[in-house]
């Protein structure tokens, strides 16, 4: 089986974990199901046929199902267990064992999940191009001019700094060595 079909599986994979351990509960102690676990169970059986099924729409299914548990509509644990968030008068109710399945599968499928809500990344200037933190790039170049040529040198070469700092460096030594081929220029 492919990884990648691995890491969609997980998130249904812990779903059916719930609802097993939720079938043995129920059959083996006094827990009661309610009409969110029964919902659950349907929504992840259609969830599974999907998978099984059709493959593309099963991403879907199960991120719906996952929301849905998520918000306290659906059940896949014996206890229905919430936590409540609230500040001010708003308050958010989830339970933590869809949540951590939505966050599951929300790791799984990051790129898609950006690309439906319609965010975009930063984008990169062209290449060859950037830009520079001007404030920072100025407390960078005050801060350099204590350091030698050889200082400088590693700061612009080792790729271990910002731009702002390789740009601060070679504006420094700039300095520094020009009024050394200035005196040079006129001897």
């Known amino acids: 089986m492919k990884k990648e079909n691995i890491k969609q599986l997980l998130p249904l994979i812990l779903l059916f974990g719930g609802l097993i351990y939720t079938s043995i509960a129920y059959l083996t102690s006094n827990v009661g199901l309610t009409w969110r ?3 659950g169970i349907l929504f992840a059986l259609a969830t599974g046929v999907l998978y099984l099924s059709l493959p593309k729409y ?3 299914a199960l991120g719906a199902t996952l929301l849905l548990g998520t918000f306290n509509i659906l059940a896949f644990t014996p206890s229905i267990t919430t936590v409540n968030i609230s500040i001010a008068s708003l308050g958010v109710s989830f339970q933590p064992f869809s949540f951590i399945g939505l966050l599951i599968f929300m790791a799984f499928n990051r790129k898609r999940i950006v690309e439906i809500l319609g965010i975009q990344a930063p984008t990169e200037p062209p290449a060859g191009m950037y830009y520079l933190d001007e404030e920072k790039f100025e407390k960078l170049k005050d801060s350099y001019h204590w350091k030698s040529i050889e200082e400088l040198d590693t700061i612009i070469t080792s790729g271990k700094f910002t731009i702002e700092a390789v740009e601060a460096a070679k504006k420094v030594k700039e300095e520094k060595t ?6 040079v220029k006129s001897q």
């Open 37 to 39: 676990h029964y919902l």
């Open 58 to 60: 099963s991403k879907k």
């Open 178 to 183: 020009q009024p050394n081929m200035n005196s």
